[in-house]
């Protein structure tokens, strides 16, 4: 099975965090970390970040997350639009 890229959107809930989201980011791992490094958001969580983007290898031998960030709601609606940014771009105008 090839690899792919995706970042998953989770959110806190009592019994940790829930996956609610998931995008194609792509084949590629640096270009699936270029696009993750340009997301907002802090490495770490203060306890009042309830939403995460993860960075998630899967393949084979299932999902392994390379990269985490923590971000508010409004750095969630701005990651959104640059992953749909850097996937238009990706297959429109790259290849």
């Not at 996956?19 to 009042?48: C, H, K, M, W």
Request: glycine fraction near 6%; hydrophobic fraction near 40%.
């Amino acid at each position: 099975m090839r690899e792919v890229f995706n970042i998953t959107l989770d959110m806190k809930v009592a019994e940790g965090y829930i996956e609610y989201g998931r995008f194609f980011v792509n084949t590629d791992i640096s270009a699936a970390q270029n696009s993750f490094e340009l997301l907002p958001g802090l490495p770490y969580t203060n306890n009042t970040l309830l939403l995460r983007l993860s960075l998630v290898r899967s393949g084979s031998l299932g999902d392994e997350v390379l990269a985490t960030k923590y971000c508010t709601l409004n750095e969630l609606g701005h990651a959104c639009r640059l992953i749909t940014r850097e996937l238009f771009k990706y297959y429109n105008l790259d290849q």
